[in-house]
């Protein structure tokens, strides 16, 4: 009876779902050497943090389709070793802690991230160093990244190159309530999206909204991009904002050049005027994972209030 017992034991267990968890451990440092100048300032030498971060992730295989996942992305400070104060949240986890659950359903997912209209946008048109550091883009629209925590979102499966993201945050009672959309199509090296954002400022009445359509598309050594946001904004003029890119490979290298633009209007936090920037870059990839990069920025202001700024930068980027 025993021998009887332990076979049927034995046999339920290599009967049942082989469930299988695995766990990433992944980062970025993304450090530069500048010359820096500010408004009138003389102009002086900086080693730049360009966003670099550390993080863990996670899937688990629940079986019959579906899955759970975790992502939790720390910012640190590469020139000073310290925790990075990401858009007003000085928080250790700051750049994401969520958990999800996906399927043939699409994700369903709960927690803090950026949010998504940023990445259909922004983070695909100022590609040359993925959006970060000095070099990233001053112009756009981001009144979104201060309520990026207690969201609840939605990633639709993508059918036929098209997929719809949307997330909502939950004001609380002492903060802001949110609502992000973005809608991208995606074939043949062409990347089309349409973004809709508004933050709902709890306790006064300036409703903010943004509106943006997005563009790209790859061809050969070619990548050509470009974006064109309006931003809305109780009690204060909208203001239109655009920005273009391109991007040419030959061998290991990459050769950028990135102009945006606004006209007058208000973000509700400090512009009053129009404004241009512009940067020249050039990567050199070393490997997948490491390139070494130079890049030329310049933002000028017709805000008051607001500096003028450049800088001239050599850098290192490496991914593990």
């Known amino acids: 009876m025993k021998k009887i017992a332990l076979v049927a034991a034995l046999a339920a267990v290599s009967a049942a779902p082989a469930f299988a968890q695995s766990v990433t451990l992944w980062g970025r440092i993304n450090t530069s050497v500048e010359s820096q100048k500010v408004g009138s300032a003389d102009r002086k030498v900086v080693v730049q943090n360009n966003s670099s971060r550390l993080g863990l992730r996670g899937t688990e295989d629940l079986g019959g389709g579906l899955k759970a996942g975790f992502n939790l992305e720390h910012g640190l400070d590469s020139d000073t070793g310290a925790q990075t104060n990401v858009a007003g949240l000085n928080a250790f986890w700051g750049r994401q802690a969520s958990v999800e659950l996906s399927g043939s359903f699409g994700t369903v997912r709960l927690g803090s991230w950026f949010p998504d209209s940023y990445f259909s946008t922004v983070d695909r048109t100022s590609n040359h160093n993925h959006d970060t550091g000095t070099s990233s883009d ?38 802001p309530r949110a609502f992000d959309l973005s809608a991208n199509y995606e074939v043949a090296g062409l990347h089309v999206a349409g973004t809709y954002a508004e933050n709902d400022k709890f306790g006064a009445s300036a409703k903010r909204k943004a509106y943006g359509l997005e563009a790209d598309y790859g061809m050969g050594p070619f990548l050509v991009t470009g974006y064109y946001q309006r931003e809305e904004v109780d009690g204060f003029k909208s203001r239109d904002i655009g920005r273009v890119s391109a991007m040419y490979t030959v061998g290991q290298s990459e050769f950028h050049v990135n102009v945006g633009g606004t006209k007058a209007g208000s973000d509700a936090e400090f512009r009053t005027g129009g404004a241009k920037q512009y940067t020249l870059g050039y990567n050199y990839n070393l490997s997948k994972r490491t390139k070494v990069y130079g890049f030329y920025t310049k933002t000028d202001y017709n805000g008051v209030g607001v500096n003028d700024f450049s800088s001239l930068a050599a850098g290192i980027r490496h991914n593990f």
């Not at 997330?167 to 903060?175: D, F, K, L, Q």
């Open 138 to 175: 001053n112009l756009f629209s981001g009144f979104g990244f201060g309520a990026r925590t207690n969201k609840v979102g939605y990633f639709s499966p993508t059918v036929g190159g098209f997929n719809v993201i949307a997330s909502v945050r939950a004001g609380e009672g002492t903060g």
